[in-house]
Structures are given as C-alpha cells and as structure tokens.
C-alpha cells in the first residue's frame, strides 16, 4: 500500500541528513504495522525532537530518517508538497472520489473556493451526435461533455476560456467566455 505524506520542515531534515550520509535501513515489519500510513513514519521522527543529547538526536535521525528514505526507493511512501497537491486536486477536478484525506483536508475558506470555481482554457471542441459538444481543457487533460446546449449557443473555440461552477448531482455550469453557463459533466 502506498502512502501519502506532506510535510514542509522534515524535508529540509532528511535532506540534511542524507547529504551527511545517513546509511537507510530496513523498517522491521513489525513496526510498519504498528502506526497507521503516515504516522508509522513520522512518529519515529518526532521522538527524536525530544531527545536533549546532540549525538544521541543526530542518531535517532539518522534511523528514522533512513526508513523514511528506504521506503521512498522502494516506493511505500511518497513525499507529496502543497503544489503537487494542487496540481493534483485541479486535474482531478470534476471527478467524484472519496475524502482519502490525502487530496485536501484543509478547511482554508480559499481553497473551499477553488473547488467550486475552476478556470481552464479549452485545447480542443468536438460537436457529437443530437447537438452534444465535448471539449478538452488544458489541466489535466479533462473531458468534459454538454449533453444539451442551446441552439443559439455560440460555438467554443479552442483558446476560450472557460469556467467551471459546482452544481447538483455531479454536474457542473460549464461557462465559456463569460456566456451562460450550460450543464455538463466531466467523462474523462
């Protein structure tokens, strides 16, 4: 199983530690089970701040920053930062997944925000069958499809810009260029 970790000052500490040359060692399986996800990893870490000796902290670091590492290479953990975080949650964006507490969990009333409004440009228009028009925005790659347009609606022009706005029962207002906003969904 994968695990997800954001952390801002452990990095410069690892990274600290590993340029000293701390030698990674295996986590014994019993201790992997002993926390849950992140906290199996991170607990290790913060004992070490309690630690008053300089030789004994600098190696309870070494240890604890060692599994860290080890399960970096051998691909357990993953060290994720706020950016990669937001990339993440904007090209996922129209997409039901469940609250897995990796993708958010802030209750920032400025990232509230951005889930309910999104801001893309459209890289490609395709009309489909009985009026449907599909279009491909530039984040992620998303497909998002207008199963009933107006008749008078004026065609999207790869370029547009284009707003998303949270609606009801997975559906989102699809607005391109500040015109009405029309029903749609993502399908891909």
Avoid at 20 to 39: K, L
Avoid at 101 to 128: C, Q
Wanted: aromatic letters at 6%.
């Amino acid at each position: 199983m994968r695990h997800y970790i954001y952390i801002g000052p452990i990095i410069a500490i690892s990274s600290y530690l590993t340029a000293v040359g701390v030698a990674a060692q295996d986590m014994p399986a019993d201790e992997v089970g002993a926390g849950s996800g992140a906290v199996a990893y991170l607990d290790p870490l913060k004992q070490c701040l309690s630690i008053a000796e300089n030789g004994e902290r600098l190696a309870c670091y070494d240890e604890a920053v060692g599994r860290v590492v080890t399960a970096a290479d051998e691909g357990n953990v993953t060290l994720v930062d706020r950016q990669d975080v937001k990339t993440t949650r904007r090209n996922l964006f129209g997409f039901r997944i469940p609250d897995l507490g990796i993708l958010g969990g802030n209750s920032d009333e400025e990232e509230e925000e951005e889930e309910k409004l999104f801001e893309s440009t459209i890289t490609k228009v395709s009309f489909r069958e009985r009026r449907a028009i599909s279009i491909t925005i530039k984040d992620g790659d998303a497909v998002w499809r207008m199963a009933n347009p107006p008749r008078n609606m004026l065609r999207p022009k790869v370029g547009d810009t284009v707003v998303f706005k949270k609606a009801s029962l997975g559906t989102y207002f699809i607005r391109i260029n500040g015109r009405l906003g029309i029903k749609g969904k993502r399908v891909e």
